[in-house]
């Protein structure tokens, strides 16, 4: 998981995650809408899974559709073409 879309897809759809810590989401994994785990770690990923439970409530599904609106098509769209600009210059 390296890009946005399946994190914001789920957020859209008020569905907390589960996500390796990787890439350049670690910001919009917080407490409340994401689970993450060492991706190469089996064990840690057990955890994760187990400690799902904790997410399974409407006030979860919330604040991860609330994370969503955070971060708009728009927005995202904007940083997309500003990191493209700065790649071809």
Do not use: H, W
Request: hydrophobic letters at 45%; a negative charge; aromatic letters at 8%.
């Amino acid at each position: 998981m390296l890009n946005s879309g399946s994190l914001f897809a789920a957020f859209t759809f008020g569905r907390p995650v589960l996500a390796p810590k990787l890439g350049c989401l670690s910001g919009y994994l917080t407490d409340d809408v994401a689970i993450t785990y060492e991706a190469q770690d089996i064990d840690d990923l057990a955890r994760a899974i187990l400690e799902s439970r904790r997410l399974k409530n409407m006030d979860a599904r919330t604040a991860a559709y609330e994370k969503a609106l955070e971060y708009s098509p728009d927005m995202m769209a904007a940083d997309f073409a500003s990191m493209v600009k700065r790649l071809v210059a």
